[in-house]
């Protein structure tokens, strides 16, 4: 079992929506959530992270974490074709401090 | 600019050549972290270094692979005997190292290797 699952994509919003990006992962003991975007051929970049559950608030971005339920979701709201890209899901792993990835969501604004 | 930085940028190497990258950290930052990307999957653990120890390496670091970190500032990752499967980007990332916890890892640009 992949101990971080993302749907694919591609998700495809129109500008100005709220784009809603899922993630599950398979860890019950897991304690840190991260969100990073990655543009084509670039490394990936840090939205948020969450450790606690409930909503976190930055500007546009909100992370949601249930972990009763083992599931983790940023929120994209009033979606730019800037935020075109691939949202990565990370979660700490069951040993140290490495972090283990999902394969990605892809998403694509629309103008 | 006070970032991730990582060198080269890119590397195109021939089948069986020994290939090093190097990574210089956040200042201040104490774990060091490698990763490997191939397209369409995410980054993949490879190792992590707690200041100069390397304290985890993951089953994708096979014999053909070094990485050291010394005096705990850069590190850098070698690949002996390169062979066409290991192409991919290779991403370091540095964190503060907070107690206890899984703390925000933040990445540099990435080496791409291309193995012909």
């Known amino acids: 079992q992949k101990e971080v699952e993302q749907n694919s994509g591609p998700l495809s919003v129109p500008e100005g929506a709220i784009a809603s990006l899922n993630c599950t992962y398979s860890?019950?003991?897991?304690?840190?959530f991260f969100w990073y975007r990655q543009y084509s051929g670039k490394s990936p970049e840090l939205i948020m992270f969450i450790y606690s559950n409930g909503d976190k608030e930055d500007g546009r971005f909100t992370a949601q974490l249930n972990k009763a339920s083992q599931y983790v979701s940023l929120l994209i709201r009033d979606s730019q074709p800037s935020d075109s890209a691939t949202y990565l899901c990370a979660v700490d792993s069951n040993s140290g401090y490495a972090l283990n990835f999902g394969k990605g969501t892809s998403l694509l604004v629309t103008p | 600019d006070t970032g991730v930085s990582q060198d080269p940028r890119h590397k195109i190497t021939k089948r069986g050549q020994n290939v090093t990258f190097r990574c210089d950290p956040i200042s201040e930052h104490n774990r060091l972290y490698w990763y490997r990307q191939t397209l369409g999957q995410g980054p993949e653990f490879l190792t992590y270094f707690q200041n100069e120890a390397q304290l985890e390496k993951s089953r994708l670091l096979s014999d053909r692979f070094s990485a050291e970190r010394p005096k705990g500032s850069f590190s850098t990752l070698e690949i002996q005997r390169t062979e066409q499967g290991d192409s991919a980007m290779y991403l370091c990332?540095?964190?503060?190292?907070?107690?206890?916890?899984?703390?925000?890892?933040?990445f540099g640009p990435g080496t791409r290797l291309t193995v012909l």
């Open positions: 860890d019950r003991g897991s304690q840190s």
């Open positions: 990332a540095s964190s503060q190292g907070l107690a206890g916890i899984t703390d925000t890892q933040y």
